[in-house]
T-cell receptor
């Protein structure tokens, strides 16, 4: 149980285009999902908290107009990187907390974004 | 200001021996601590957790120890196996002012188990 999927696993796009990444909780409902970014050899950096039916909460320094988050249902959150630049190239990981409660987060497999 | 610190970026042990990964924290509001294992280009996998009211939790080869007074926790893997080679992240959970719960991660320790 507690499986989280991400799609796509890998994407290459050109500068100036937008890319959407999906995060799905497959066998549980998640009121809250999280989006992280990992730089090479660094820890996971929380970008934003995605709340079903309401606006996302962004961490300091994360541009909400650049990283659009939508949490339309209890099993799906999407992250759209708008007007992508090479410096947006990174490994993006989502996680989900079960609506049933608890402190654990279950992580997706990540999405490698490369902006050329 | 790093609230969760893993001071050893890497650790190498022989197969069959004990691996000890350490983690220190500064925020006394953390109420749960978790260890995650991560392979390259994959998401972290939950391993084991401990509540702040406990000092030990064991699950198979994995044991987590919490020393609340020292704000220190450790993950013991016995016996270590080559398949345990990965990056291990320590994470601490707490409730923010907004009422939502969040995780704060350490920088990770790369464990290499030599056959």
């Amino acid at each position: 149980g507690a499986v989280v999927s991400q799609h796509p696993s890998r994407v290459i796009c050109k500068s100036g285009t937008s890319v959407k990444i999906e995060c799905r909780s497959l066998d549980f409902q998640a009121t809250t999902m999280f989006w992280y970014r990992q730089f090479p050899k660094k820890s996971l950096m929380l970008m934003a908290t995605s709340n079903e039916g309401s606006k996302a909460t962004y961490e300091q320094g994360v541009e909400k107009d650049k990283f659009l988050i939508n949490h339309a249902s209890l099993t799906l959150s999407t992250l759209t990187v708008t007007s992508a630049h090479p410096e947006d190239s990174s490994f993006y990981i989502c996680s989900a907390s079960p609506t049933s409660g608890g402190y654990e987060q279950y992580f997706g497999p990540g999405t490698r974004l490369t902006v050329t | 200001d790093q609230q969760v610190k893993q001071n050893s970026p890497s650790l190498s042990v022989q197969e069959g021996r004990i691996s000890i990964l350490n983690c220190d924290y500064t925020n006394s509001m953390f109420d749960y601590f978790l260890w995650y294992k991560k392979y390259p280009a994959e998401g972290p996998t939950f391993l084991i957790s401990i509540s702040s009211i406990k000092d030990k939790n064991e699950d198979g080869r994995f044991t987590v120890f919490l020393n609340k007074s020292a704000k220190h926790l450790s993950l013991h893997i016995v016996p270590s196996q080559p398949g345990d080679s990965a990056v291990y992240f320590c994470a601490a959970s707490h409730i923010l002012d907004t009422g939502r719960r969040a995780l704060t991660f350490g920088s990770g320790t790369r464990l290499q188990v030599q056959p």
